[in-house]
Each structure stands twice: as C-alpha cells, then as structure tokens.
C-alpha cells in the first residue's frame, strides 16, 4: 500500500529510512518500537492533513530495513 500513498508520504519515508540507515536513531512520535509484537519490529507514523500512515519495519542486519507493511489508518482506535 505504501506505493499507493500519496507521493508526499513516500519521499517522506523514504528520507526517514534514510535517516535510519546513516545511523539517526527515530524516537517518538515518529518511530515507536513494538517489542510486544516482535524483538526488533517498529512503527513508522507519519501524519498529514488526509490522514495518519502507519509502517512497519525490522532491522536484521545493521543497514538493511525491511518494511514489512504500510497502511492509511481509517479509525481512531
């Protein structure tokens, strides 16, 4: 779904990873990790007037992001 995000979304993402890779660590609100879910999974959040995109990604090795999911969220809860 992340491809279907509005270009805006994207090259946003795409800069955080970035960020990511060269080391920056993301705190919240940005980035929040989901260790409940599993050892190494975080959320991505990134908010505009449309909506709220969540992504989820992992680190397994020290420069490779995985992206595992990404979705518009549509509810409050």
Same mark, same amino acid.
């Given at each position: 779904? &992340? !491809?279907? +995000?509005? =270009? ?7 800069? *955080? @990873?970035? %960020? &990511?890779?060269?080391?920056? =660590? &993301? ?13 190494? *999974?975080?959320? &991505?959040? *990134?908010?505009? !007037? %449309?909506?709220?995109?969540?992504? @989820? /990604?992992? @680190?397994?090795?020290? %420069?490779?992001? /995985?992206? *595992?999911? +990404? ?7």
């Amino acid at each position: 779904e &992340l !491809r279907k +995000a509005p =270009k805006e979304v994207i090259m946003d993402a795409y800069s *955080l @990873f970035e %960020d &990511l890779e060269n080391g920056k =660590k &993301l705190t919240m609100p940005i980035s929040k990790p989901l260790p409940s879910v599993h050892k190494g *999974l975080h959320e &991505l959040r *990134l908010s505009y !007037r %449309d909506g709220i995109y969540r992504i @989820f /990604y992992i @680190f397994k090795v020290k %420069d490779t992001i /995985y992206v *595992l999911h +990404a979705m518009k969220k549509k509810t409050q809860k």
